[in-house]
């Protein structure tokens, strides 16, 4: 089978972790055919530390953009990662695409592995490993100590790494421009027939080198944008404060799910917009009732067999 995958990395600012990024894909027992690095602006050797990289691999295509001045996350993200991938026309020529974060770690076989995983099942439109970030006995060198698990459930692939089938990502359409837009894309694949996922096989446990969501302002102010990011997608009150409760027992302990509660509840008495498909929210409610009412584990699984019908594959993805 093919195994042709395109890299679409958005970056600013990552100096601290880069290296370690890129040592990690380059290292890979299938590497990519192509990876194109979206450099926004960095400002701290971010830049310098591509251009050595890419004059080594032929495979790495660097993709300055102007500094804006500041980090943007969720739709600024987004908005640079189509930056990267309009610098590749022929999205043809590619088997699987991928949105990769430039602060991880991941395993040498990692890709390879979720390419195996894919051709076992031509149902599974985008799946990942899952995170792992480096506990209080951890040196800056190696990962020897403690790793936290960050705790993504399985019915996702993460975003830190958005790893899919191109025919998949075609049919939802891409990204969302927006806050939560690695939630929705995995909701519109089961609308889609698709399915979605995140593993914690061992051999696909990568080291996330920030805690999710603490890369611009902090930790607290990740977590109130998270809770956004619920209330624009179309998540129920009931669920959200569920999810909140389970999160509160999470690092960090107690404020964190605080956090992502007074974002939800901050939004909705703002009337901030909300996902303009009406469809789609009605389809996610319906499934957070069932994760309520069975468990996700269930609800995904009765989710997956009912949707089976609505699945058209690689073969009509474009049409």
């Known amino acids: 089978m093919k ?12 100096i601290e972790f880069a290296r370690r990024t890129l040592d990690s894909v380059t290292a890979q027992s299938v590497p990519p055919k192509k990876w194109i690095i979206v450099d926004d602006g960095s400002t701290d050797g971010t830049s310098e530390l591509l251009a050595e990289y890419a004059a080594r691999f032929p495979f790495i295509q660097v993709h300055p953009r102007k500094n804006r001045g ?12 189509y930056d990267g991938f309009a610098q590749e026309p022929d999205l043809s020529a590619y088997d699987y695409v991928c949105k990769l974060d430039l602060d991880l770690v991941v ?30 006995t951890n040196t800056a060198k190696d990962f020897a100590g403690d790793l936290i698990s ?41 609308r889609l ?23 611009h302002k902090g930790i607290v102010t990740g977590r109130k944008r998270h809770g956004f990011g619920q209330y624009f997608m179309g998540t129920g009150l009931v669920y959200m404060t569920a999810s909140a ?26 009337r901030k917009p909300r996902y303009g498909d009406a469809e789609f929210r009605r389809f996610l409610r319906r499934y957070q009732w069932e994760c309520l009412l069975l468990g996700k584990k269930r609800a995904t699984e009765r989710l997956d067999a009912r949707q089976a019908g609505a699945w058209r594959g690689a073969a009509s993805a474009t049409s």
């Open 3 to 14: 195994r042709d995958y395109l890299l679409i990395t958005p970056v600013r600012d990552e």
């Open 70 to 81: 500041a980090r943007s996350v969720g739709p600024g993200v987004i908005e640079a990662f």
């Open 107 to 136: 395993p040498q076989r990692y890709f390879e592995r979720l390419m195996e995983l894919m051709e076992a099942n031509p149902r599974l439109g985008t799946c990942s490993g899952k995170p792992y970030y480096p506990g209080p």
């Open 150 to 190: 960050e705790g993504c459930g399985d019915e996702n692939s993460v975003g830190a790494s958005k790893f899919y089938r191109v025919a998949c990502f075609q049919q939802i359409g891409g990204f969302v421009r927006q806050v939560m837009w690695d939630g929705i894309d995995c909701h519109q694949c089961r």
């Open 193 to 215: 027939g698709w399915q979605a996922m995140s593993t914690d096989e061992v051999g696909l446990r990568f080291i996330h080198l920030r805690p999710m969501g603490s890369s």
């Open 245 to 270: 409760a389970y999160r509160t027992l999470r690092p960090p302990y107690g404020i964190g799910g605080a956090a992502m509660l007074l974002g939800y509840l901050e939004s909705a008495a703002q």
